[in-house]
């Protein structure tokens, strides 16, 4: 199911389009990785929620690292980001401000919108397939 979902909502373009891609990934998963550092940070006493959030973080930015699930890693930081933004997880609103969210929300659904790029693992598991249909032996 995931396949058919991954594979029809997005492309895997190569050339500069891909390195763009490929650079929109690797902003995002830094500044991800970044929060998941401020989730594990000690401020005041350390909560399973931020634990919990941190892990998080810190799996979408290996995802976004090497263009591994980054349909998933972007769904999931579209839903922390706006949960982030209006205040209902306090220890995501903490470890980026409120207004912060917005770069990363948005660019995390433009990357869900476009897709990984040819230079991502998931191009080589559900990318262009060449189908070869041979030739049939009365054809001439």
């Not at 810190?58 to 263009?67: D, I, K, Q, S, T």
């Not at 306090?90 to 990363?104: D, I, M, N, Q, T």
């Not at 433009?110 to 598991?125: I, Y």
């Amino acid at each position: 199911m995931f396949r058919i979902l991954h594979t029809s909502l997005t492309s895997f373009p190569g050339g500069r389009a891909g390195v763009g891609l490929l650079l929109l990934r690797i902003s995002l998963g830094t500044q991800i990785a970044c929060v998941g550092w401020n989730l594990f940070r000690p401020v005041g006493g350390s909560d399973s929620v931020d634990a919990f959030s941190g892990v998080l973080a810190f799996l979408c930015a290996a995802g976004f690292f090497l263009g591994y699930q980054s349909l998933l890693c972007s769904i999931a930081v579209l839903v922390s980001g706006l949960a982030g933004s209006a205040g209902w997880i306090p220890a995501l609103s903490a470890a980026l401000g409120r207004a912060e969210w917005l770069f990363p929300t948005l660019t995390s659904a433009a990357l869900a919108f476009l897709g990984p790029g040819a230079f991502s693992l998931d191009a080589r598991r559900f990318g262009r397939r060449e189908i070869i249909i041979p030739k049939r032996a009365d054809d001439p």
